[in-house]
């Protein structure tokens, strides 16, 4: 691609993950045409149009100022706390929990957005911590505080899942905000040993039933373990090149539950083998590698503690769904990006995206504009 | 600002970023790792297995129930088809609802309360994958109204298929049996799949269960493409049934039905028998159920209905039913009479009784007989005339006759339980009871009392053979080529005396003038009343139904070239004048069926209609009377023990018979000059 026929502007822009990433998603789009009987109502033709409406708003996002990401950073978090708020009061209630807002155009889920906002929040928090605050525990009240209320929150709608992911969006960035590894440690033990009773006392039955289903899949055949054995055998009977597009017996006969959102990844691997799964989970890696990139050769603290947390809360999607449908972890409804079928997620990705292309602007132009 | 801390710069925290970046990039690049191996262990290395998963997914194995064979009567009218009907089943095992389920199919298929009731007791009895048939012959649009349900109602099936289909109903009910689904008894013995397949029937009785195999055939398949919901995406192999052997019988059709109406409301059995062939064209028993209705299980109404009923319609009296033949044995007295060389003119004084010992046997005819010859003796069935001559020639040769024509005699047909009854002697009775023959003994055999005990089946064969002289065996499969029957040895003039006799019965100056047939053709035949109780109990022609006389009627035709043998047994009749009606028009039916049926149909008026309008009315009364509340129906095996045994009327004397067992008093004792055959409405018994 040479510059001179291509506007500067435009060829500045990461392509190398951009069109991998349309080729991600068109390949989603096919697989809901599938799912979908070989029509694109009513999935695939909105996933698309979802994708390029929510790329545009990451080329939005992605001509946003530093000042600006700073400047908007606790009233974007504060707003989100206070719809999580709301939804716990007054959401709709769908598959036994509240966690959607309706917009009117779409279905809104302040918890999605919540991953990328608190990322945000606490890239901004440690970026105004003075480097020497970060070993004093005192300083990090704030910080556990910040990470405690919508996490909280959203365990509470109850949505395990979500909640886990916000959480974990956190760590990373607090890990990465060079906090003492020894913490890490500690909280880690005592992480394993507190979880045998959280797991008894503080989740909900059906979230139970889903641990112990994983952790026994053939007990329960027809019950929760139903999912996973139904998506490993669509995973299983792909083969390496996979039962051939618009052929998959396990998503077109319903028994696989699921197949055009969590489980898109299972209808996929079905019609396409071995080779298709490849392709996705390499997508993935290569945008992961983009965004840590980014973080490393960010101009500042904040934009580089953004890129690192917007990045990993794009991984957590992607290996919690993956490791889910094939039998790794709990069945928790977690899509995967770009595949699964959701405007929701897929706006939270987006936005990610859109970020780290923020902070990879910024840092394009040096410390020519003022950080 | 702690003194350890001071030295963190935004220096030192870039570096730990850097290192700690390449940490969560590892981790990322692990976790990529390890879902390209796991991805990579499903489905290359446990590919197989899952491949296999997949397919027994989506592929789904259904047999199709075979047609049974039809069973067709001799001129090839089929006595049980197969229909095309729309039938819905329950599968115990599959249903996730099961209390919604009946009462959402209740709704739909408006099942009735009775209803409702007979499928829960059926599900509460369910075993497995029993499937159990809640709807048959359902109408097309009660039958898509619950298709376009199915989805809602897991464990539900519903499908088109073959119904055993039985077109005169009722009449046919001993004669073949019936058909139902497979128990779970039969299954474990089995062990076939086709047993829980929703829609097939297993043989349960008669006929049907004795040619079980025959008639089954074989089974096709249908592999079918499946959602998971079990919804059918498309057919992939079909594989036809083939349909079970078809069976002809010698029965014929429409005189089996004939038979069987013309019993009317009594409770009573009809057998015809062809005199050349030995085919039995007829084996009427009344009451009977109806096997279409058996077909879906028996339901708490239906049950309640068989087992009050005191006729028991479970029972096939023409195997079944054990009766003291009474005077239609005479003829058979007759014949051994002659063959100990008896002067078929030797005659007695009767004069409405006989002293035997210190006891006074009396005639049926108090006012006696006067002079009575052999033939007199027949067609007048004087009694004096049989005591006198009993005596002298001994029992030995009249039980001698009586096995040779076929009394106590057990035939080889392709049925389920046959009671063959007793022919006593004196040999039976030592080892019995232990107790010597006495000479009342003779007497009360000798008018078939005492321990003589027959069935309809051998009395219509002794008729045959006495018409024939041959040793006649009752055929029921058919068979074109004559049977050669060997000759039974009796001298022609012995037989011709006593079809005189017979004739005279009827024709003559007999006790049956009125069963004399309306068309041209002359019937030979011999009145039977037996007594049930002693006469201190009940006269037998009024009082209580269960102590009154049994009528008998052996008849055969035309008298002087036999054809056609029968015998008809109404039980608790009163009397002979209660059988020989219907043996006359059913010997009618076979000359000239218009005139016949013109009879029935003049009867049937009265009685509320052919058996199975009077079933349904029947029904209809009992569920208004009792409704849910009637019994739960007892078990198969308890349905069928009903109709094995005969009641303990019916069995021999439990306790040796002592008395003399006086003659039951003929009815048409008037009729000792021919009547002209009276309109037979007039006859109709109450």
Avoid at chain 1, 131 to 147: D, E, H, S, V, Y
Wanted: glycine fraction near 10%.
């Amino acid at each position: 691609m040479s510059r001179r026929i291509v506007p500067e502007a435009i060829a500045r822009e990461p392509w190398g993950v951009l069109l991998p990433l349309f080729a991600l998603n068109t390949f989603g789009s096919l697989v809901l045409y599938s799912a979908a009987g070989g029509h694109l109502q009513p999935w695939a033709l909105v996933h698309t149009i979802h994708f390029l409406v929510f790329l545009a708003m990451a080329f939005v996002i992605s001509r946003l100022p530093r000042d600006f990401f700073k400047s908007i950073t606790y009233p974007i978090y504060a707003t989100l706390v206070l719809l999580l708020v709301v939804v716990d009061l007054f959401g709709a209630v769908r598959g036994g929990s509240q966690r959607w807002i309706n917009l009117g155009f779409m279905q809104l889920q302040p918890s999605e957005l919540m991953k990328p906002g608190i990322v945000l929040a606490l890239a901004y928090f440690f970026d105004s911590l003075p480097p020497a605050m970060t070993k004093n525990w005192r300083a990090l009240l704030p910080a556990a505080g910040l990470i405690a209320v919508p996490t909280l929150l959203v365990m509470a709608q109850p949505d395990l899942g979500t909640g886990l992911s916000i959480a974990a969006g956190a760590g990373v960035v607090v890990f990465l905000a060079g906090l003492p590894m020894r913490w890490f440690v500690g909280a880690g033990i005592a992480g394993a040993a507190l979880a045998p009773l959280a797991f008894f006392t503080l989740l909900h039955d059906y979230q139970r039933k889903r641990v112990l289903t994983f952790l026994n899949p053939e007990e329960d055949l027809l019950g929760t373990g139903y999912h996973i054995t139904q998506s490993k055998i669509a995973i299983g009977s792909g083969g390496f090149w996979g039962k051939g597009f618009g052929s998959g017996s396990q998503s077109h006969l319903e028994y696989l539950p699921e197949a055009h959102t969590d489980f898109a990844f299972s209808t996929m691997v079905e019609e396409w083998g071995v080779v298709g799964g490849l392709f996705v989970i390499a997508v993935f890696l290569w945008v992961f590698r983009w965004g840590l990139n980014v973080a490393r050769n960010a101009p500042d603290r904040f934009s580089s503690l953004l890129a690192a947390g917007m990045t990993f809360t794009v991984f957590f999607y992607m290996a919690v769904n993956m490791l889910m449908v094939m039998g790794l972890a709990p069945v928790v409804g977690i899509p995967l990006p770009w595949i699964s079928h959701g405007g929701s997620a897929l706006m939270t990705n987006m936005a990610c995206i859109g970020t780290i292309m923020a902070v990879e602007r910024w840092s394009r132009r040096g410390g020519s504009l003022s950080g | 600002m702690l003194r350890d801390q001071s030295h963190v710069s935004s220096g030192t925290l870039r570096n730990s970023f850097e290192r700690r970046s390449f940490l969560i990039g590892g981790l990322q690049a692990g976790v990529g790792v390890l879902l390209a191996a796991r991805l990579g262990w499903i489905a290359l290395v446990q590919n197989e297995k899952y491949e296999t998963a997949s397919e027994s997914n989506r592929v789904n194995l259904t047999l199709i129930p075979p047609r049974r064979g039809v069973i067709l009567d001799r001129n090839n009218a089929p006595l049980a088809s197969n229909r095309m009907e729309y039938r819905i089943d329950i599968i115990p095992e599959r249903l996730v609802d099961p209390e919604a389920t009946v009462s959402q199919l209740g709704r739909l298929l408006s099942l009735t309360d009775i209803e409702l009731r007979d499928l829960t007791d059926k599900l509460e009895k369910a075993h497995g994958f029993q499937p159990l048939g809640v709807a048959e012959g359902l109408p097309a649009e009660l039958y898509d109204k619950v298709l376009v349900r199915l989805p809602e109602m897991p464990g539900v099936v519903a499908q088109q298929g073959y119904t055993r289909w039985y077109p005169t109903g009722p009449s046919v009910g001993h004669l073949l049996g019936y058909v139902g689904p497979a128990s779970a008894e039969d299954y474990k013995k089995e062990k076939n799949p086709l047993l829980v397949t929703p829609g097939f029937k297993i043989g349960k009785d008669g006929f049907e269960k004795f040619f079980e195999t025959r008639l089954r055939g074989t089974p096709g398949a249908r592999r079918v493409e499946v959602t998971a919901t079990g919804k059918v995406v498309r057919d992939l192999e079909m594989r036809d049934d083939v349909p079970g052997k078809p069976m002809k019988l010698t029965i014929n059709g429409p005189l089996q039905d004939y038979a069987s109406r013309r019993l009317g409301v009594e409770s009573g059995a009809v057998v015809v028998m062809d005199c050349e062939s030995g085919d039995l064209l007829a084996m009427a028993s009344m009451p009977s159920y109806d096997p279409n209705s058996f077909s879906d299980g028996i339901g708490r109404i239906e049950w309640k209905m068989l087992s009050d009923d005191d006729h028991v319609p479970l029972r096939n009296k023409v195997l079944r039913g054990l009766y003291p033949p009474g005077s239609t044995v005479k003829p058979m007295v007759a014949l051994a009479f002659l063959e100990a060389g008896l002067d078929p003119e030797a005659s007695v004084g009767c004069s409405g009784g006989l002293r035997v010992g210190n006891r006074v046997f009396h005639c049926w005819n108090r006012r006696g007989h006067g002079s009575v010859n052999m033939s007199k003796a027949i067609y007048q069935s004087c009694d004096v005339y049989f005591y006198h001559f009993a005596q002298q020639i001994g029992m030995d040769k009249i039980s001698e006759m009586a096995r040779k024509l076929g009394l106590g005699q057990q035939f080889n047909l392709p049925v389920v339980g046959q009671h063959f009854g007793t022919v006593p002697d004196p040999a039976w009775k030592l080892k019995k009871y232990d107790k010597p023959w006495a000479v009342y003994d003779t007497v009360n055999a000798t008018i078939g009392q005492g321990y003589f005990l027959v069935n309809p089946l051998q009395q219509a064969v002794m008729a045959a053979r006495i018409a024939s002289g041959k040793a006649l065996n009752p055929r029921l499969l058919f068979d074109p080529r004559a049977q050669n029957a060997p000759s039974l040895g009796i001298p022609q003039d012995h037989l011709d005396l006593v079809h005189q006799a017979m004739s005279d019965v009827v024709n003559g100056p007999g006790t049956a003038g009125r069963a004399r047939l309306p068309v041209d053709v002359l019937m030979a035949g011999k009145t039977g009343t037996a007594q049930v109780v002693g006469l201190n109990i009940s006269s037998g022609k009024t009082g209580p139904w269960k102590y009154r006389d049994h009528g008998h009627f052996v008849a055969f035709a035309p008298f002087d070239k036999p054809k056609y043998a029968c015998a008809v047994v109404v039980e608790h009749g009163g009397g002979s004048a209660a059988a020989y009606p219907i043996a006359r028009d059913v010997m009618t039916f076979l000359y000239d069926p218009a005139k016949a049926l013109e009879v029935l149909h003049g009867m049937e008026n009265g009685w509320g209609g052919t058996p199975q309008q009077r079933m349904a009315t029947r029904y209809q009364a009992v569920a208004q009377q009792y409704g849910v509340s009637a019994p739960k129906p007892a078990d198969e095996k308890e349905i069928l023990k009903r109709g094995e045994s005969p009641d303990e009327t019916e069995q021999a004397p439990r306790t040796p018979v002592t008395e003399a067992a006086p003659p039951a008093p003929e009815p048409d004792s008037d009729a000792a000059t021919p009547a002209p055959a009276a309109p037979a409405s007039q006859e109709a018994p109450q």
